[in-house]
């Protein structure tokens, strides 16, 4: 069983910074896709940023120049920096794995709340 730790969360204002970690229980060398999703509050889950073996991440339009996604497979983490943030992006934040068998996996998520 595939387990995923986030961290970072946190409470902050508009213009700040905030950067996630997700940390996993097994190696991410060859796992199929590696990403964070979010949900804000009555909205249904987006994808944020992901990245597909081999392939550069591809982000949403609404972070596209504010967030960027970074792996370590030697750490099996991946981080997720976000600048700039706005009230917009509060929502609770997951990392999601994709293992090559096509098994979804979920953290359990961190709430990043923009306000001033």
């Known amino acids: 069983q595939v387990q995923l730790a986030e961290s970072g969360g946190g409470l902050v204002q508009p213009g700040e910074s905030l950067r996630l970690s997700c940390t996993a229980s097994v190696n991410i060398n060859h796992v199929s896709r590696m990403g964070w999703y979010r949900r804000a509050p009555g909205k249904q889950r987006e994808l944020v940023a992901e990245e597909r073996s081999g392939r550069r991440p591809n982000y949403a339009d609404a972070v596209k120049d504010r967030f960027t996604f970074s792996r370590d497979n030697a750490k099996r983490m991946v981080s997720l920096q976000m600048t700039n943030l706005k009230p917009e992006d509060t929502a609770v934040y997951y990392c999601?794995?994709?293992?090559?068998?096509?098994?979804?996996?979920w953290g359990q998520g961190t709430q990043v709340t923009v306000s001033s």
């Open positions: 999601h794995l994709r293992w090559v068998n096509g098994d979804d996996f």
